[in-house]
């Protein structure tokens, strides 16, 4: 295998479950104000921009989580990841930049308090939508990243290919 390639998405029950509660949640408010003329909170019937912001905010969120998508591709330049919509342009790592590279298990709650664009004192920087494998960089500078991954094995053999060389 020469590149690995991996695209990444929040499929989890509990994600699922959460949008599904925003949408039982837009149907009862637009039901009490469309179809029982009531308010609901401090916007009321009458209140087109009041409902039109929850609206629009209900909608918004529901969308936010399909959106994120963590894209990793691995190859003889090095890692390239992108993390939607966080990062709007795909980031290259070297590998000359980087003192280790390998495949990981590791606690995402523990570790890194969860799973997303994450941050920990001492274990560096994660993004992960799920699992607990994952790539681990450790740059020559000393900081580290770790790069979500459900695709361990693939990861491993492409970073053993090109990640030996610049290692000896």
């Not at 609206?55 to 994120?68: K, N």
């Not at 691995?74 to 280790?100: A, C, V």
């Not at 681990?136 to 695709?151: R, S």
Request: with cysteine.
């Amino acid at each position: 295998m020469r590149v690995f390639n991996e695209t990444q998405r929040f499929t989890q029950w509990w994600v699922h479950l959460m949008n599904l509660s925003l949408l039982v949640l837009l149907i009862y408010l637009v039901y009490n104000w469309y179809i029982l003329k009531e308010a609901v909170g401090n916007v009321s019937a009458q209140d087109s921009t009041g409902q039109l912001v929850v609206i629009i905010v209900l909608l918004l969120s529901m969308a936010l989580i399909y959106m994120f998508r963590l894209i990793t591709t691995i190859d003889e330049i090095g890692i390239h990841y992108q993390f939607l919509p966080i990062n709007m342009s795909k980031k290259t790592i070297r590998w000359s930049t980087l003192k280790n590279c390998y495949v990981r298990t590791y606690n995402p709650i523990k570790e890194y308090g969860g799973w997303g664009y994450r941050m920990s004192f001492g274990k560096g920087r994660a993004l992960n939508v799920k699992g607990n494998k994952g790539i681990q960089l450790e740059f020559d500078n000393g900081k580290k990243l770790l790069i979500g991954t459900q695709k361990e094995e693939d990861a491993q053999k492409v970073i053993e290919r090109y990640f030996k060389t610049y290692d000896e």
